[in-house]
């Protein structure tokens, strides 16, 4: 599957962080056949190492993990939620949109990781409405520190790979140059430990 979602240059994450690569998987959806690939991946990640029935719903951190949490808790006939970035400032002004009972056991998704914050403000926001989050899913691990933050507030981190699993094949499938994957290699030692 080749959808152009890996580049190279300076970005700033969304962590603040800059980057010398950024991982772009909304860019997947546009494609049905590698949708359908990430779609079974996630599945198959959540059915062994949660099981489908140690959570009731699912829900998408916003935006990237939004489709898939949407597909995913459809094909695993789990209701979907999916949580705003802020509160609406009309209507119920819940960040949370879809049906939360207090002590509902929720799986948070997204689609990948670098620092978590994105995933611990998904999380506070459903524990602020009675949700109960153990663990977190996502494609990719960018391993910038996300895991440890995580697990700090009581998350599992569930990732089907990691950033330099991923840089290792790209460079064996010379996809991407030497100097790339250095420039991953860095970026994820960077981290203080």
Known sequence: MKTGATKFGLFRLSSGKLSP???DLRMVPSDPKGLRTVIKI???LVKSELGVSSFERMAGVPTAGVPYASILAYRLGKPFLYVRKESKSHGSERRIEG???PGDRVV???DLVTTGKNTLHATEAIRAEGGQVEHAVVLIDRQEGAAV???GAGL???AFTTIS???RRLLEAAVIEDDQYQAILAQVESVPV
């Open 21 to 23: 690569y950024y991982i």
């Open 42 to 44: 996630y599945e198959k």
């Open 99 to 101: 049906q939360l009972l």
């Open 108 to 110: 948070v998704i997204d």
């Open 149 to 151: 933050a995580l697990g």
């Open 156 to 158: 599992k981190l569930h």
């Open 165 to 167: 699993k991923i840089a």
